[in-house]
C-alpha cells in the first residue's frame, strides 16, 4: 500500500438483502463486482435518484450508483441500540452490507476515503448514510421499538456507504484498512 492507513478495522460480518428477501442475509462471502454485491437490493452501476438527490435532480432520474454497498461499526450500532434503549443491534439488521469492528467513528469518515480489503478489493466511501424508517422498521420488527424512533437515535452513526472502485471479494475476519482522501 502506497499511503499509510489512519486505522484498520477487522470485518465481523457480510449480508446482502435480495429484492426477493423480506429481511438481509448473512453470506460467508460477498462478492463484488463493479454494480456492488450481485445478490443486493441495491446492486448496479447507476441507480434512480430519490429524495436525497431532489436539490439536483427529478425523482427517478438516473444517476451513478453511490450507495452500491452499505457498511456499520458494531460500536455504532451499540451507541443506537442503546439510544433506543435495547441491548443490541446485530449486523444485517439495518441492511448493512458490511458490519466492521475496530473503525472509530465510521461515519464522520471523510467521503472519497477508501476502505481496502485483504483481498485487493476497495471500496470508495461516498459519506454518511442518512437513517431512514425503512431501517427503523427493520429495527421494530427484530427488537419491537418504534420505527419512528430509529432516525434520531441513529443520526450521525448509520454507517456510509460506498461503491466499488476495485472488485474482489470480502469475508467475516477480513482485515480493512482504511486509507484516507488522496485526490484523484
Known sequence: MKVSP?????????????A???VP???????????????????GVTMS???????????GTEIRNHR????????ELAEVAAALGI???????????ICTSGIPHLTELEPMSRLVFASGAVLMT???????TIAGRMVQARYGTPAEKF???????RGITAWVERPGTIHPGDAVDVVPPTGM
Request: charged residues 30%; negative net charge.
Open 49 to 59: 435518484s430519490d429524495t436525497r438527490q431532489k436539490e439536483v435532480f427529478d425523482r
Open 87 to 97: 441491548e443490541e443491534i446485530a449486523p444485517g439488521t439495518i441492511a448493512d452490507n
Open 20 to 22: 426477493t428477501s423480506d
Open 68 to 75: 452500491q454497498i452499505s457498511i456499520v461499526d458494531v460500536d
Open 25 to 43: 442475509l448473512a453470506v460467508p462471502v460477498l462478492e463484488l463486482d463493479w454494480g456492488g454485491a450481485a445478490e443486493d437490493r441495491h446492486h
Open 151 to 157: 432516525p434520531k437515535a441513529a443520526f450521525d452513526r
Open 6 to 18: 489512519i486505522a484498520r478495522g477487522v470485518v465481523v460480518a457480510t449480508h446482502v438483502w435480495p
Open 126 to 132: 461516498g459519506g454518511r448514510n442518512a437513517p431512514c
